[in-house]
């Protein structure tokens, strides 16, 4: 079972996080890892892991007939904790070490994924739900975003100084998250928004690009973003600007919103 909690820590602060048990139930998805020239696993029977902990994150596991394991190498690496059996993975010239690993002592919660095998994420070339390719982690289907065309109206300030006002927002909705307003870029005052290399990958929404802003001689560091080219699901919010709730003051329809605690904060 998943649920979502909001905790009020005061009467005008709220506190967003997931409560989300560790969860493994076969995917109904064909999934593909590759590798190289290859698709070093192939599986319409794979096991996705729902995680949000230190321990472990949302990941899919696949069974040792769907991994194409003559491509692996022994390696002696025993993990933090040794309750894995690590492998080095070679194709040709392309060589990853400890990129892959067989599950040998779960704990009790997840024993479903013992003798599957699993990937390190970043060390995977590319990744495929059926045809697309998908990015940052897999996505969790207990988790939902809705974007949603408003005329609220919406006013951004940053140190009494007004950076954005509209009345044509689209808001966004996620599972544990605040609502984030995303606003045109013709009703953002650009002047103040100073260029940054920081992005940053969300596999629901795309890759993230950032702004600093700058209000006399105080710099705010990277807490405007947008998305240039978002994922379909969330296509309305292509090139809207949005600020982070948790660092500036927003006001929505003339009332001042409290600042969430969120894990951006």
Request: contains cysteine; neutral net charge; glycine residues 4%.
């Amino acid at each position: 079972m998943v649920y979502l909690i909001l905790m009020l820590a005061q009467p005008k602060k709220q506190q967003f996080m997931i409560k989300h048990p560790r969860i493994v139930e076969p995917s109904p998805r064909w999934v593909r890892a590759k590798f190289g020239s290859i698709y070093i696993a192939d599986s319409k029977k794979a096991l996705l892991l729902i995680a949000y902990d230190r321990e472990f994150r949302t990941r899919y596991y696949f069974p040792k007939e769907d991994v194409k394991t003559e491509f692996f190498e022994e390696s002696d690496y025993k993990g933090r904790d040794g309750k894995n059996k690590y492998w080095h993975i070679r194709n040709g010239d392309k060589y990853e070490k400890n990129a892959a690993y067989t599950v040998v002592d779960p704990p009790e919660d997840v024993q479903g994924i013992k003798d599957y095998i699993g990937f390190k994420w970043n060390q995977i070339d590319a990744w495929f739900e059926e045809e697309e390719e998908i990015f940052i982690h897999p996505r969790d289907p207990y988790k939902r975003i809705d974007t949603i065309k408003s005329s609220r109206h919406i006013k951004v300030v940053i140190d009494k100084q007004i950076v954005a006002e509209t009345n044509n927002p689209t808001l966004l909705f996620e599972t544990g998250l605040p609502v984030r307003y995303y606003i045109p870029k013709e009703d953002v005052k650009t002047e103040f928004l100073i260029d940054s290399i920081l992005q940053t990958g969300c596999p629901y929404k795309g890759t993230a690009s950032y702004n600093s802003v700058k209000i006399g001689d105080n710099i705010y560091k990277n807490i405007v973003w947008y998305y240039k080219d978002p994922f379909y699901e969330t296509g309305h919010i292509k090139d809207l600007i949005s600020f982070y709730n948790e660092k500036v003051d927003i006001y929505v329809d003339g009332e001042l919103i409290s600042k969430p605690q969120t894990p951006f904060s």
